[in-house]
């Protein structure tokens, strides 16, 4: 990133003005409000009394390990299929976790530039890590976001929540909004072993009809895998997602050796913005 750069996609979240770099490492607004920059390439707006909480180093690292082994390759390809048709100038990942999704978008477009946004300021770092085309945000997507009306040309939201009146807003008329939502079956076996959480059922049908105000349904495509996990890659599976807070050790030391069948169900959503 350069702050030049970063500063391009943000508002201010105090006055909602534009930030423009204000001197070594401080974005400004023009009615003097100040954030410091990381020198590390990534900015945190997410102010506010509400007591945050994004995804810990710990299973940030799970998550890394996992993917890095390429079980969700194929997932990650078909999210970069969908966005190179669009042929972006401007991608924003919400809640971009380590950024896996969004260097797989990066690696079939030639002159993107991308914002990767999280409230976990270790998935921001970890996300602009090592590539200047992408710029970092530390927010709520709870919040009204940081991020100027209409500068993006396509948002991905993989396994992350949604604002979307906010979507709305940031994406450009006629820009796409990417979703990855679980399927029901989705880690079924971890589930029945006690090692998942439940999938709410019908999650795509709720997932449209809060995204209709806003959005039109424009593709929609489920996968679903039989992977076979060995008790490593379990433990990676199930440290890097939302039931990480609710599995203790125990149970997880427990997971037998032997390879297990693990059920990776999942459906890809494409969103047009309406008007
Ligand atoms: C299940 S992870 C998915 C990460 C990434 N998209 C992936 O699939 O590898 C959900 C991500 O959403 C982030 N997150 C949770 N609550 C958030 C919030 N209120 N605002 C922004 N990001 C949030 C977490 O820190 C985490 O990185
Ligand atoms: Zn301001």
Redesign the pocket.
């Known amino acids: 990133m350069s702050l030049q750069t970063l500063s391009e996609w943000l508002r201010c979240p105090i006055c909602f003005g534009p930030l423009a770099p204000g001197g070594a490492l401080v974005l400004r607004c023009a009615t003097g409000h100040a954030y410091d920059a990381n020198k590390r390439g990534y900015v945190s707006l997410a102010g506010g009394s509400r007591r ?1 909480i ?2 810990s180093a710990a299973m940030l690292d799970a ?1 890394d390990a996992f ?1 890095s082994a390429g079980w969700y390759e194929p997932l990650r390809d078909s999210i970069a299929a969908l966005v190179a048709q669009e042929d972006p100038l401007a991608v924003l990942d ?5 950024g ?2 969004l260097r797989g978008v990066l690696a079939t477009l030639d002159s993107a530039r991308t914002l990767g ?4 300021p270790v ?1 921001v770092a970890r996300t602009v890590a090592g590539d200047i085309r992408i710029d970092g945000l530390v ?4 919040a009204p976001l940081p991020v100027r009306d209409g500068v993006v040309d396509v948002i991905l939201n ?4 949604r604002n979307p009146a906010e979507f709305h807003r940031v994406l450009r008329p006629g820009g796409l909004l990417v979703v990855v939502v679980p399927q029901e079956t989705h880690l079924q076996e971890l589930r029945a072993a006690g090692l998942a959480l439940g999938v709410q059922a019908n999650k795509s049908d709720e997932l449209v009809a809060s995204l209709d105000a806003n959005f039109v349904l424009e593709s929609r495509r489920i996968s679903s895998e039989l992977l076979t996990l060995d008790a490593s890659q379990v433990t990676r599976l199930v440290g890097m ?2 039931s990480a807070h609710h599995t203790d050790a125990a149970t997880l030391a427990q997971e037998p050796h032997a390879d297990r069948p693990v059920t990776v169900a999942v459906e890809l959503l494409g969103f047009r913005r309406r008007g």
């Open positions: 945050l994004g995804d998550r993917l919400v809640g971009c976790g380590t896996y999704y946004m999280d409230l976990s998935a927010a709520d997507v709870w993989v396994f992350a929540p997602g939302p």
